[in-house]
Nanobody, 116 residues
Framework: QVQLVESGGGLVQPGGSLRLSCVAS????????MAWYRQVPGKERERVARISSVGWTNYADSVKGRFTISRDNAKNTVYLQMTKLKPEDTAVYYC??????????WGQGTQVTVSS
């Protein structure tokens, strides 16, 4: 069982930056990959960024060049650095741990609101 706790969300003005953190109760080095998703009411949860166990990353087209995912295995933490934020980035952001056996774990989410 892995527990994930996200933090770092909040209210930010358009063009601003935020860094989200996701701390895992277990070793993230044992996960196949870690990812950040986001969801707005009435829409499906969408994947924003993903980082594999060997550090390969991929991003949704909507955030390429603005968001960066990284991981610190020693701290069991995954980060999402978000820059040049737009109102359409407003959502609840979730951390996901993808296991080698196909299972996955989710955090409880952290709200990001981009508004002037």
């Amino acid at each position: 069982q892995v527990q994930l706790v996200e933090s770092g969300g909040g209210l930010v003005q358009p063009g601003g930056s935020l860094r989200l953190s996701c701390v895992a109760s277990g070793s993230i080095s044992r996960a196949n990959a870690m990812a950040w998703y986001r969801q707005v009411p009435g829409k499906e949860r969408e994947r924003v960024a993903r980082i594999s166990s060997v550090g390969w990353t991929n991003y949704a087209d909507s955030v390429k060049g603005r968001f960066t995912i990284s991981r610190d295995n020693a701290k069991n933490t995954v980060y999402l650095q978000m820059t040049k934020l737009k109102p359409e980035d407003t959502a609840v952001y979730y951390c996901k741990s993808e296991q080698f056996d196909g299972g996955s774990y989710w955090g409880q989410g952290t709200q990001v609101t981009v508004s002037s």
